[in-house]
């Protein structure tokens, strides 16, 4: 391998790290965000980030004159088929996630976020072909086994919990099979889904317990806002996953349910029970062998 394509590679794999960090610290940080929503119903609240997130993201396509892209890979019926399972299996993951956080589940949140991981390795591995390294594997023994404490602490079956980490899992895989931007990507996902969303929201207006009925302007701003905070994590995450294996990427995953994990407990009075804590370490010890694995990784690419 020449100097310049290691450099390209190295370079390429840092910008999908720091893309995928910033992408789940983000989604993390916006459970508190749909928590201070919690006054709305989450139906309603999905209705408003689809339809919110596509005007922003045609406005973005718009002024960088890709819009007749958009519409050439709406238009392909393979390409359409592709956008339109990641879409649906992106608003499944959506409007669990919100319902849970908006209906005090949120150490539910967490638990399906540590699963996720599990399943996108197991993706990638079965799927994808792609290989598990010595400390990926013990990693992954050790999030297994963190998933295991925080489900027999949880005391009944996780069906929410499991049902976030498969959509979310499946949108991952979806997301390497669409040839397109990360930007031009969401919009046609969210065009897709644009129909429905609309009708969500034309529902909520007409209805006689009008949606914003005795909300604050600072209530309605966050809702508009929805789009906003959709779309830049989201931008984040494909970019990153268009650069790294799912087996990389499955370990960034934790970020979410560690800062949900705290969240639940410090802000919103979730009890710490002792299982709960021993998973709560479990997790961070495969953190800690993953990281070990990339740092590895990365000083094997460096050119000589």
Not at 47 to 56: D, E, K, M, N, S
């Amino acid at each position: 391998m020449s100097d310049n394509l290691r450099s390209e590679t190295r370079d390429e794999t840092r910008a999908g790290i720091a893309s995928g960090l910033g992408a789940y610290l983000l989604w993390g940080v916006l459970t508190a965000y749909w928590k201070l929503l919690d006054q709305f119903d989450a139906i309603d609240l999905i209705g408003w980030r689809v339809v919110t997130a596509l005007v922003l993201l045609s406005a973005l396509v718009a002024a960088q004159r890709r819009l007749r892209v958009v519409g050439a890979a709406l238009r392909n019926p393979r390409m359409l088929a592709r956008v339109a399972a990641a879409a649906v299996v992106l608003l499944v993951n959506w409007t669990l996630y919100v319902w849970a956080v908006v209906n005090e589940h949120v150490i539910e949140t967490a638990l399906g976020y540590f699963i996720a991981p599990l399943f996108t390795a197991l993706i990638g591995v079965v799927v994808l072909r792609e290989q598990l390294r010595q400390l990926q594997k013990v990693g992954l023994a050790f999030a297994f086994a963190a998933v295991l404490v925080l489900t027999f602490a949880y005391g009944k079956p996780p069906i929410l919990a499991l049902a976030i980490a498969a959509s979310w899992a499946v949108y991952g895989l979806l997301k390497k099979q669409v040839s397109l931007h990360p930007l031009e990507s969401l919009t046609a996902e969210t065009s897709v889904l644009a129909l429905p969303a609309g009708a969500i929201v034309a529902w909520g207006i007409l209805r006689s317990d009008v949606m914003f009925q005795g909300a604050s302007g600072g209530d309605v701003a966050l809702v508009m806002l929805t789009g906003l905070a959709t779309a830049v994590p989201l931008l984040l995450f494909a970019h990153s996953a268009l650069r790294l294996p799912l087996t990389l990427i499955g370990p960034m995953q934790y970020l979410v349910p560690v800062i949900n994990f705290l969240l639940g407990w410090l802000a919103y009075g979730e009890p710490l029970v002792t299982a709960r804590f021993i998973g709560f370490v479990l997790v961070w010890v495969g953190l800690v062998c993953s990281f070990v694995d990339t740092l590895r990784r990365n000083e094997r690419v460096r050119p000589a």
